[in-house]
């Protein structure tokens, strides 16, 4: 497969291309599409949401379905906080949490929280979140340090992330101010998750990821599935065979073969701008079919930093930034662009601003 009809693949399964549309409202249905949208920055999970609904939704939308419990927050994919539909939260914690328990062990340990402390600070958090409603990161960290555990440095996020990790406390409602409250987990979601999955429960979980992730990524890779996920790449394989019935294969990458004659003759992709951390660059074991090797480092920096990204026909050709509520996108380009796309790339500016409820600066 050539690197183009690659990358106009994935930018259709990706909704990047327009010409699908997924079952649901926008906002809920787009997020059931991808499975998992990146979310350590809410404003950038709501940027991804744009792109794939342009013109259709606001940045209020996404808050709306989060307090409403469409749509809910936690630590899953890679030990990262992702937005996903609330139904697939339980079993996506239950295939991920046992993943991430040593990794929180030590994470904590370095942080100087030994394992006694860190149980009573959840069941701290337990107590505060049933008794006080939904608490936000800070609200929690004053009612943790004040029980004389520590919450310096990394610790406030770590332990924040074990109680999500145990089924205790997800990321939900969104303040008026846009600040995001954690809430407790068994009242927000209507019963307590599952933290394990075993046996025939975990294989079909690893067959839903699988299925999943082709849905919105292939063409794809058994390695590039456990990339994304965080798994160990055991784990991607046995999903992908567990599918095997469903998939077409094409040299070294596999697809749905639904999917797979979906996008067979996907074309051009419209101009876009992409906000920081988008499933796009983060969906597989190497970003080079969208991010030409040369610029790499102007989109990812390093420290996990994956910078807001403007794409012609799903290639980067520039980053792009918006530090004034009231103003517009400024770009800085990498590639030569064509008028014609510029223009429409400015288009996509302006629709950022209505998205995000700024007005344009001219």
Do not use: N
Request: glycine residues 10%.
């Amino acid at each position: 497969m050539d690197a183009v009809a690659l990358r106009r693949r994935r930018a259709s399964a990706q909704l990047l291309s327009g010409a699908s549309e997924p079952d649901g409202a926008a906002v809920p249905g787009v997020v059931r599409h991808l499975l998992a949208v990146q979310a350590q920055d809410l404003r950038a999970a709501r940027l991804a949401l744009h792109a794939r609904t342009a013109g259709r939704t606001r940045a209020a939308d996404i808050d709306a379905a989060l307090t409403e419990r469409t749509l809910v927050v936690g630590w899953l994919l890679r030990g990262t906080l992702h937005l996903v539909a609330t139904e697939d939260f339980a079993w996506l914690l239950g295939l991920i949490a046992p993943t991430r328990a040593a990794t929180s062990a030590r994470r904590l340990a370095q942080e100087r929280v030994t394992p006694e402390a860190a149980d009573r600070a959840v069941a701290l958090v337990e107590r505060a979140l049933a008794d006080e409603g939904p608490l936000t990161r800070p609200e929690l960290a004053e009612r943790i340090a004040g029980a004389g555990i520590r919450t310096e440095g990394q610790a406030t996020p770590h332990l924040l992330m074990l109680c999500v990790l145990r089924g205790v406390a997800v990321l939900g409602p969104v303040r008026p101010d846009g600040t995001p409250a954690f809430a407790l987990a068994r009242d927000w979601l209507g019963a307590e998750p599952t933290t394990a999955l075993a046996g025939e429960d975990r294989d079909r979980a690893l067959a839903e990821l699988a299925r999943r992730y082709l849905t919105a990524h292939g063409p794809a890779t058994a390695a590039d599935l456990a990339t994304w996920s965080g798994l160990p790449r055991r784990d991607a394989r046995a999903g992908l065979e567990a599918i095997a019935g469903e998939l077409a294969v094409e040299g070294d990458l596999v697809s749905l073969t639904a999917r797979a004659l979906a996008d067979a003759d996907a074309g051009p992709v419209s101009p876009r701008l992409l906000g920081a951390f988008d499933p796009y660059l983060l969906g597989w074991r190497s970003r080079a079919f969208a991010v030409a090797p040369e610029h790499a480092e102007r989109v990812h920096p390093g420290g996990g930093m994956i910078r807001a990204v403007a794409t012609v026909d799903g290639r980067a050709v520039g980053t792009w930034t918006r530090k004034r509520r009231s103003g517009a996108p400024l770009l800085e380009l990498f590639a030569t662009v064509a008028p014609e796309d510029m223009a429409a790339l400015r288009a996509d500016g302006e629709d950022v601003l209505r998205f995000e409820g700024g007005t344009s600066a001219a």
